[in-house]
């Protein structure tokens, strides 16, 4: 597993190991002085960086995507307005129908995919997006993963990014065919895809979705 989060089930033996890390980004917290009427979370880490800020925000409604996200916000004690039923931008998009002229701030990753806050721009809404945190190749976990696909000790390597694709491919590093590769998310495979990766991909896009998929197909 090379998602930035632990994760554990009972049905599989889990390595974890981060190939991606976050960091940090200064923003104008002048930004924060407007009141919106929308406030945008993508991402668990997304909540986890603005938390400091979110008693100088004024907002009226939160949305989410992802239930993991959600739980996150209930956790802290932050109201969940709506999560879309597909957890990703696309999903949102096609569940989010709020009137034209709505106020948004999303707080995210400086790598985040510009399909969510150019839509919504797009669509008549006034959206600020602040780049919270950037994510940056953790090499230590990258060597480490590399040496256990080299030494076969592994089945399965899943994606639940296309942050950690590049970072685990970026250094023309070739993968052992004879290791299963599954990806979370529809722009993870896409990106797979455009190193050439043959992988397999959770109808649901959840990481128990995935143990599920790789059961599946081990059966």
Known sequence: MTQTHDYENTLVNIYHLPLIRTQKLMFDTQQLKVHYHWLLFSSKNAVRYFLPYIEQTSFDKVAVIGKKTEAYCIEHGINVDFTPDLYSQEGFLDAFHNECSTSILIPSSQGARPLLHETLRHQGHKVCKIDLYRSIPYLKNIKKAHQLVDEKKIDYITFASSSAVRAFFDDSYELNSDIGVVT?????????????????????QTLDAMIKKIIETRE
């Open 184 to 204: 979370i998310g529809a722009q993870t495979q896409q990106t797979a895809n455009q190193y050439g990766i043959d992988n397999i991909s959770a109808n649901i």
